[in-house]
């Protein structure tokens, strides 16, 4: 009987294990596919780049974990609000490499060349 509790525990790590790896699966699977659009807004006198994640594939991305990323790769600060990552800076260009490095696709990756300018209300 004394057997029984072990294997209990032996299978409950491995479903554990396996449901782990099916996480990273599926969030390789969701940077491949993510549609994702990177474009600098002026607020004031700084500029300000937002990285906008198409919101289903948001979900099954650690957006949290790629901005912490960014910010110290880029040496700047930056946040996640909603489905977007706000960075400090025009970091463009070095995003769509930095996320290219990270694995998401090249082909989903859009950069817009104008620069918003945001009126304060």
Same mark, same amino acid.
């Given at each position: 009987?004394?057997?029984?509790? #072990? +294997?209990? #525990?032996?299978?409950?790590?491995?479903?554990?294990?396996?449901?782990?790896?099916?996480?990273?699966?599926?969030?390789?699977?969701?940077?491949?596919?993510?549609?994702?659009?990177?474009?600098?807004?002026?607020?004031?006198?700084?500029?300000?780049?937002?990285? *906008?994640?198409?919101?289903?594939?948001?979900?099954?991305?650690?957006? @949290?974990?790629?901005?912490? +990323?960014?910010?110290?790769?880029?040496?700047? &600060? &930056?946040?996640?609000?909603? #489905?977007?990552?706000?960075?400090? &800076?025009?970091?463009?260009?070095?995003?769509?490499?930095?996320?290219?490095?990270? &694995? $998401? #696709? *090249?082909?989903?990756? $859009?950069?817009? @060349?104008?620069?918003?300018?945001?009126?304060?209300?």
């Amino acid at each position: 009987m004394d057997n029984k509790p #072990n +294997q209990d #525990n032996v299978i409950d790590q491995l479903l554990s294990s396996i449901s782990g790896s099916d996480n990273v699966v599926s969030e390789s699977i969701a940077k491949e596919q993510a549609l994702i659009r990177i474009r600098v807004e002026k607020r004031r006198a700084h500029y300000v780049t937002i990285i *906008e994640v198409d919101s289903n594939d948001a979900k099954s991305i650690n957006l @949290e974990e790629v901005a912490k +990323q960014l910010k110290r790769k880029l040496a700047a &600060g &930056g946040t996640v609000k909603d #489905n977007r990552i706000e960075i400090q &800076g025009d970091h463009r260009y070095k995003i769509r490499k930095l996320l290219l490095e990270e &694995g $998401f #696709n *090249e082909d989903n990756i $859009f950069i817009d @060349e104008n620069i918003t300018v945001v009126q304060n209300k």
